[in-house]
């Protein structure tokens, strides 16, 4: 399984591709499936991305969970768990990938000033994909971290 650390700044061109970090592209294992899947995070103003095998996994999990055949909630949960979903590969030359512009604005990316660029952050099996302005803002304090670590210790 690829881990994915760090963050990168990127801006997104006027075709609405982006480069895909070298950092993130150089780990993933030589001749390996380069395609990712995209979506839009379930609590946050991002996207998360996933390599394809990733998804699959993460997917699989998911649907184990449900029967869409015969519970019309399970159907419309994992109808909406797979909307605004996208599969996209970097080209060989460059390294872009072309985000559907749809997702891009979801998490608040625009053509206009500092709103074309965008931070890929690692995030262990996937990587986010923030608007610059939402991924700074939405740092947490070293304060609240160590309260939310304090918690979650009394539950190891």
Known sequence: ????????????????????????????????????????????????????????????????????????????FWRAYMFNSSIVEPDAKLGRISIPRKLLEMIGVSQEGTGKEVVFSGNDYKIEIWAKDKFESNIISNEEFLSIAGSLSENL
């Open 1 to 76: 399984m690829v881990r994915f650390i760090g963050e990168y700044t990127a801006k997104v061109d006027d075709k609405w591709r982006v480069i895909l970090p070298a950092a993130f592209k150089s780990i993933m294992p030589a001749d390996s499936d380069m395609r990712f899947v995209i979506r839009k995070e379930n609590f946050s103003d991002c996207l998360e991305m996933f390599t394809y095998a990733e998804w699959e996994r993460q997917s699989e999990q998911v649907r184990s969970k449900l029967n869409p055949a015969f519970n019309r909630e399970h159907a419309k």
